[in-house]
C-alpha cells in the first residue's frame, strides 16, 4: 500500500514539475515571440504613414494645379480671349484712363 501511495506522488510530483517545464516553455516562447509582433505593428504603422504622407502630398499638388488653373481661368488675358470668342464685346466697355501731369485747382 505504501508502494501505492509513493508511487501516485512520485506520479503527481511529475506531473507538477511537467507542468511547471510547459509553463515555462510558454512563456519563453511568448517573451521571444512578442518583440517580433512589435516590430511587425511598428513595420505596419509606418507603412500606413508613408502611405498617407504620400496621399496627402498628391492632393496638396491636386489643390495646387486647381489654384494655378483658377488663377489662369481669372486672368484678364483669358478673360479678353473669352470675350473675343463668345462676342460679348469685352473690348468696347469704357475703361478709365489716368490723367497725366497737374492738376491746377
Excluded at 508511487?7 to 507538477?16: C, D, H, L
Excluded at 509553463?23 to 513595420?43: F, G, R
Excluded at 481669372?74 to 460679348?88: I, P, R
Amino acid at each position: 500500500m505504501t508502494d501505492n501511495v509513493q508511487n501516485e506522488t512520485i506520479g503527481s510530483e511529475k506531473q507538477g514539475v511537467m507542468g511547471l517545464v510547459f509553463l515555462l516553455v510558454l512563456m519563453i516562447t511568448i517573451a521571444s515571440m512578442c518583440p517580433v509582433y512589435m516590430q511587425n505593428s511598428v513595420d505596419h504603422l509606418y507603412g500606413s504613414y508613408f502611405g498617407l504622407k504620400k496621399k496627402a502630398e498628391l492632393l496638396n499638388r491636386e489643390i495646387l494645379l486647381k489654384d494655378y488653373e483658377i488663377n489662369k481661368l481669372m486672368s484678364l488675358n483669358h478673360l479678353a480671349k473669352f470675350a473675343e470668342q463668345t462676342n460679348l464685346g469685352l473690348n468696347s466697355v469704357p475703361v478709365k484712363v489716368m490723367i497725366m501731369g497737374e492738376s491746377h485747382e
